[in-house]
C-alpha cells in the first residue's frame, strides 16, 4: 500500500500523517451526529471489542472460582501470572514478529524509519532496546499487574468492596463498562502527568521513557513502581459499586491495551487493501518530545485544556516549542 497517500515522509525516512488527531467529536458543539456515530463504531470497534473478548474470556475460563479467591494463595496468582504471560506474548509477539522482526511492511507507515534491533544502546539492559523492555515487562510489568489483578479479584470475593449484580443494575453496568476507557484516560493523564515531576520522572518513569522509539515490548517496560499504580486504575472499582468483570475489564484495557500507543505504524498492514489503525500517533510523539499529549487518544481532552496537546500539526509544534522557550526563560530567570 502507497503510506504517501495518507502522509508524508521526511529526509530521514520518518514517516507522518497528514490528517491531524483530533479530539472525540462528541466535545463539539453544535453535535455533528455523523461524525458522532462513526466515531462511535471506531470506539467500539476493534480494540475495545477486542478487551472486552479477552475480560470474557478470562472471566469464563481463566479466573477461579470466588471461594479460592477468598485466599490469597501462590496458585492462583501465579496461574493468572502465566495467563497474562501468555496473553502478552502473543499480542505483543505477533506484531514484534511480523511488523518487527520479519518487517513484512518495511517501514511503511513507520513513524521513525528505524528499528530499535538496528541501534544498540547502552541505556538499555545488554545493549538492547528488545531484550530490555522484553523482560522489563515480564519482571516488572506483568507481575505488577497481575499483583493488582489478584488484589482486586481477593477483594471482591471477601466482599470488602460493592458486587453489584447485572441482574439488578443492567443499565448502569453497562454505563460503566461503556466509559471504562474515559476513566483509562483520565487516570492515566493525571498519574503519567504526575511522575513527570522532575523527581519521579528521574527515579521511576525514565525507564519507561528510555525508549525514544517504542515497539510493542516498550508498552509495559516500566519501573516497577509505575506499572503497579499504571494498572491500579482497577482499583477504582473497589471504590465506585461495580462489578469485578468491570474491574476486570479496566485492567484489560491498561495491560493489553498499552500496545496502542507502542506501536510504531500508524497502520498495520494486514491483507492487500486492509488495514488496522494503531492509533499510535499522539503517545509517539509523547515518546519523542517528552512533554506533550500525557493523556490518551483525545477521548477526554485534558491534553488540550491543559495546553499539552500536539495533534501532529505546525501549529502544535509552534505552541510546543513556544512552551519550551519560556521554560527555558523561567529556569534561566530562577538561576540569576
Ligand atoms: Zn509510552
Ligand atoms: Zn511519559
Known amino acids: 500500500m502507497d503510506d504517501l497517500k495518507f502522509g508524508t515522509r521526511n529526509k530521514r525516512g520518518d514517516w507522518a500523517p497528514s490528517a491531524h488527531a483530533e479530539i472525540a467529536p462528541f466535545w463539539a458543539w453544535p453535535p455533528q451526529i455523523s461524525k458522532v456515530l462513526k466515531w462511535l463504531v471506531g470506539y467500539i470497534w476493534p480494540w475495545n471489542a477486542f478487551h472486552m473478548a479477552t475480560t470474557l474470556l478470562y472471566w469464563y475460563y481463566i479466573i477461579p472460582g470466588v471461594e479460592t479467591m477468598k485466599t490469597l494463595s501462590w496458585d492462583w496468582a501465579l496461574w493468572l ?15 514484534e ?30 545493549k538492547s532496546q528488545n531484550i530490555d523492555n522484553f523482560l522489563r515487562s515480564y519482571v516488572f510489568g506483568i507481575s505488577m499487574w497481575t499483583l493488582v489483578e489478584v488484589l ?48 519521579l520522572y528521574k ?37 465506585i459499586p461495580s462489578n469485578p468483570i468491570i474491574g476486570l475489564f479496566q485492567l484489560h484495557l491498561a495491560g493489553y491495551g498499552a500496545v496502542n500507543g507502542h506501536i510504531g505504524f500508524d497502520k498495520l498492514e494486514l491483507t492487500e487493501g486492509a488495514t488496522l489503525d494503531s492509533h499510535a500517533y499522539l503517545h509517539y510523539l509523547h515518546h519523542k518530545y517528552f512533554e506533550v499529549n500525557y493523556g490518551g487518544d483525545g477521548l477526554v481532552p485534558l491534553d488540550k485544556w491543559f495546553g499539552t496537546w500536539h495533534d501532529g500539526s505546525k501549529q502544535s509544534q509552534a505552541q510546543m516549542e513556544a512552551r519550551f522557550e519560556q521554560k527555558v526563560a523561567r529556569m534561566n530567570a530562577k538561576k540569576n
Open 81 to 95: 501470572y502465566a495467563v497474562n504471560g501468555v496473553g502478552i506474548f502473543i499480542m505483543y509477539g505477533a506484531i
Open 97 to 126: 514478529f511480523f511488523y518487527y522482526f520479519k518487517r513484512r511492511q518495511g517501514s511503511r507507515f513507520k513513524y521513525n524509519a528505524r528499528f530499535p534491533a538496528d541501534n544498540p544502546s547502552d541505556v538499555f539492559w545488554f
Open 152 to 199: 482486586m479479584l481477593w477483594a471482591f470475593a471477601n466482599g470488602y468492596a460493592p458486587w453489584l449484580s447485572w441482574s439488578e443494575h443492567p443499565l448502569y453496568l453497562a454505563f460503566l463498562v461503556f466509559i471504562a476507557p474515559a476513566i483509562h484516560d483520565t487516570y492515566f493523564f493525571f498519574i503519567h502527568r504526575a511522575i513527570h515531576w522532575p523527581p
Open 203 to 239: 527515579w521511576v518513569h525514565s525507564v519507561h521513557h528510555n525508549s525514544i522509539n517504542p515497539s510493542p515490548w516498550s508498552s509495559l517496560s516500566m519501573h516497577p513502581v509505575e506499572t503497579f499504580i499504571y494498572h491500579g486504575v482497577a482499583f477504582l472499582h473497589l471504590i
